[in-house]
């Protein structure tokens, strides 16, 4: 009986036993909203990570993206490459390929 004064310090009411079970609603409550915030947190970091590298549009044919008429070349998931118009656009299969044909890293993607 004593251990749960605290909780009740103005009456000793006999029915201390209901704010007991009370209490431990309320626990039970907040366990669930822990884990539901420790399950949410990952889905919704994973949703972030899949909305900063949306899927590469059509590009099949290279690892890295250039334009034509620009000088740097990209990852195929850089923000510029859906800048590049389909008729500049070429694709390299390695770095040292883009920078034999005059491109550099962007400095963005940084490849
Ligand atoms: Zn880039």
Redesign the pocket.
């Known amino acids: 009986m004593q251990q749960k004064a605290t909780q009740f310090p103005c009456q000793k009411h006999p029915n201390q036993k209901t704010g007991g079970k009370e209490m431990k609603k309320l626990v039970v409550i907040l366990l669930m909203l822990v884990m539901l915030v420790t399950l949410a947190v990952p889905v919704m970091a994973k949703a972030k990570k899949d909305k900063a590298a949306p899927a590469p549009a059509p590009v099949a044919s290279g690892n890295y993206v250039a334009s034509k008429t620009a000088e740097?070349f990209?990852?195929p998931s850089?923000k510029?490459?859906q800048k590049i118009s389909k008729d500049n656009i070429v694709y390299y299969k390695t770095k040292e390929d883009a920078i034999k044909d005059g491109h550099r890293p962007?400095k963005?993607?940084k490849p």
């Open positions: 740097p990209h990852l850089c510029w490459v962007c963005v993607c």
